[in-house]
């Protein structure tokens, strides 16, 4: 069955530290994979996708992730978190048949960010 | 140009009412779908349509339904509401790949 698997629930950084949030996904063939922020009372926006090509993409915000097709992996990075990054951040995989709409989120990561 | 709208952005009901909400895509989408977000399962796909056509539909029953209209704008309809259907319903709109979310319903159930 698809799944995707965000495996930590909670992150503590410190402003100006390196931030790395986990993603897994289970998926029969090579996936559509994004990656949203959400604030608290807000929907979601969204911070990158990959489809193809370049296994490093950019995002917002100075956002980055990785695909790794031998770990199942699409890791979301940012060299420098700021206090504004405090949110949740949601990890998800598009199918490439059934429409694309059809989108199947992680649980998510809560980040706090300490001054 | 704007983004997703929906409406209300608050609602409060009761057990048994019925509720609609609605989304409007972005100028020129034609794909709109609609998710259930709450802190026990997370978010979860309801359905999808396609130029008035549903063409998917998650796992939920039959008390949640939708349309979507000409103009591309979608109503939601929850019948009989249960307590567990207190959620922030949230809509997108579709461009090419990606999916452009609303800022949400959030809808308690009393």
Redesign the interface.
């Known amino acids: 069955a698809q799944s995707v698997t965000q495996p930590d629930i909670h992150i503590t950084v410190s402003e100006g530290a390196s931030l790395e949030l986990r993603c897994n996904y289970s998926y029969g063939a090579t996936p559509y994979l994004f990656w949203y922020v959400q604030s608290p009372g807000q929907g979601l926006q969204l911070l990158l996708k990959y489809f193809s090509g370049d296994t490093l993409v950019q995002g917002i915000k100075g956002f980055e992730a990785e695909f790794k097709r031998s770990q199942s992996s699409f890791n979301l990075r940012k060299p420098s978190v700021h206090w504004s990054d405090a949110a949740e951040y949601f990890c998800a995989v598009g199918p490439l048949s059934g429409g694309y709409n059809k989108l199947i989120f992680g649980a998510g990561t809560r980040l706090a960010v300490h001054p | 140009k704007a983004g997703?709208t929906q409406t209300p952005r608050y609602l409060i009901k009761t057990r048994g009412q019925q509720v609609t909400l609605s989304c409007s895509p972005i100028s020129g989408h034609r794909?709109v779908?609609w998710?259930q977000q709450t802190p026990g399962q997370?978010?979860?796909?309801l359905f999808?349509y396609?130029s008035e056509t549903q063409?998917?539909k998650?796992n939920f029953p039959g008390r949640f339904s939708g349309r979507q209209f000409s103009n591309s704008r979608s109503e939601m309809n929850v019948s009989t509401l249960e307590l567990g259907d207190s959620a922030l319903y949230?809509c997108?709109s579709?461009d090419g790949?990606?999916?452009?979310?609303?800022?949400?319903t959030r809808l308690t159930v009393l």
């Open positions: 997703v794909s779908s998710y997370g978010l979860q796909f999808e396609f063409r998917n998650g949230l997108a579709r790949y990606e999916q452009f979310f609303g800022p949400g």
